[in-house]
């Protein structure tokens, strides 16, 4: 189970975590339910990229609807490209994961399974399932670091979504003091 700390969300402390009895613990070991624990948690971290991302096409689209400022406007722009492109790095990785790595290793343990002979068969089948998933999900020790580059991507992309809601607003607020500004200054020159 992840540590958690101070300001956490729910997208940093969810995690599945199974507990099965005898007989199904035979087959499904500590082990192999740490393996499951792992590939879950990949999954939800890319599902949260995914969905950070497009909570910023959303926030971002409102934000071009409202703001006046050319600058704003020019930067919501560069930004919403930056965002589709790593939306298409996310989207590709988990059709990857999903298709290419998930349910290819599901079509051959389904094929294993139903060569089984014994128990001992179906514990190397699924031992070769588990094993597939964390190779071709990059989640074992040999991909150690791509995974450390993906959690990376990861990473950058939840602080350009947080850096970019921020800058939306300060330059809103910018825009705001600026014309309460111009207000104050043409009502003290019609005084005059």
């Given at each position: 189970m992840p540590s958690t700390a101070h300001g956490d969300t729910g997208w940093d402390v969810f995690s599945l975590d199974y507990h099965v009895d005898a007989p199904l613990s035979?087959?499904?070991?500590?082990?192999?339910?740490?393996?499951?624990?792992?590939?879950?948690?990949?999954?939800?971290?890319?599902k949260r990229v995914e969905h950070a991302l497009s909570s910023a096409w959303h926030i971002s689209m409102t934000a071009r609807q409202i703001s006046r400022l050319p600058a704003v406007r020019h930067t919501l722009h560069r930004s919403h490209l930056l965002r589709a492109e790593m939306l298409q790095l996310i989207n590709s990785i988990q059709y990857y994961v999903m298709f290419e790595v998930l349910e290819t290793s599901w079509q051959q343990l389904e094929q294993q399974m139903s060569?089984?002979?014994?128990?001992?068969?179906?514990?190397?089948?699924?031992k070769g399932y588990i094993s597939s998933i964390m190779k071709g999900a990059m989640l074992d020790t040999a991909a150690l670091p791509l995974l450390n580059a993906l959690q990376l991507i990861f990473d950058t992309i939840l602080?350009?979504?947080?850096?970019?809601?921020?800058?939306?607003i300060v330059n809103e607020q910018?825009?705001?003091?600026?014309?309460?500004?111009?207000?104050?200054?043409?009502?003290?020159l019609l005084k005059l």
């Open positions: 035979t087959i499904l070991s500590n082990d192999m339910m740490q393996s499951y624990l792992t590939i879950s948690n990949f999954l939800w971290r890319l060569k089984a002979a014994g128990l001992d068969d179906l514990i190397m089948a699924h602080r350009f979504r947080a850096v970019q809601v921020c800058t939306l910018r825009w705001l003091s600026d014309m309460t500004h111009r207000k104050v200054s043409s009502l003290q």
